[in-house]
């Protein structure tokens, strides 16, 4: 039936993202990312936590051992993986950000100082971007392909100023067990519109990699984080529960197996100071052994998949805002409280 009548400038037109085609003898991929946070996703929550030696501890316990650790995995079992990285850990702690880029990992964008960007005006967007972009280059000499936001909080307008900047990928968003091709509106850089249209697969801006149009995006879910498992700093993060690495591996084995049989793209997003952790470590060795015996699996970076993405060519797919019901007069309007 057609959408016709009430209600229709609030429908969805968004097109699922297709499974991709994956180079010849690949059926499907994973990745494996470590977003570097340290102090700066606790300091985010409450700045005043700079002044009490245990919770920084607990976060610098991530570059000072996690990481080493964690590269010595990915060196033993040979893989390239993605290391997320905010700005203000590459100043803490470059001599760590400059061995993970010396042995070959890839380094990606996670902001400057794991802002909470909920609500963050563009331009306060762009300028946070940017001195992250300057810090990476600074310490590594890196610029990256990729960006991941704090707490994967994209504002509408965040694809627009990547695209600006020329990033090739944003690995933030949860539509789609497979990567795709997203479209960069033309609000991009602001608000929409007033009475601007409903905007959907047939109306997004069209556009190729690296004319600032358009992303690869290569998505994420909150089941495969490890800051769900582990994280526990009482009265600054986590969910006061530390849970079992054998649980932890239980879960993401069975995601990983069913996202290979769908031909999908497996991403994991560990934290050092989380997943540095002994026992921890081990359950990630036990996981990466599982994905060496899966025919036909990809275990790459995130920028690889994103550049095989960008290269089939596909039509960019919008992720479109949800409209306010107007004819719900008791649904609060945008920044009133309910
Ligand atoms: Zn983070």
Redesign the pocket.
Known sequence: MADTGPGTELVNNTVPAAPITWPSGVTAAACLTF???AE??VLTADISAMDRMMPMSHQSYGPLVGVPRILGILQRYDIKATF?V?GYTAHRYPSVIRAIAEAGHEIAH??YF?ENTVGMDAKTEAAMIDLGLKALWDVAGVRPLGY?A??WELNYHTPGLLAERGFLYDSSLMDSDHPYALAVGEHAAGEHAAGEEATGQGTARQGAAGDGRVLAEVPVSWGLDDWEQYAFLPGLIGTGLIESPAKALEMWTLELEALHRLGAVFMLCC?PFLSGRPSRAEALCRLIERMKELPGLWITTVGDVAAHTMSLGLTPRACTQPRHPRDAYWVPAKGERP
Request: no cysteine; hydrophobic share 35%; proline share 14%.
């Open positions: 977003d570097v946070d700066a996703a997320f905010p996670h902001s794991h991941r704090p707490m934290h």
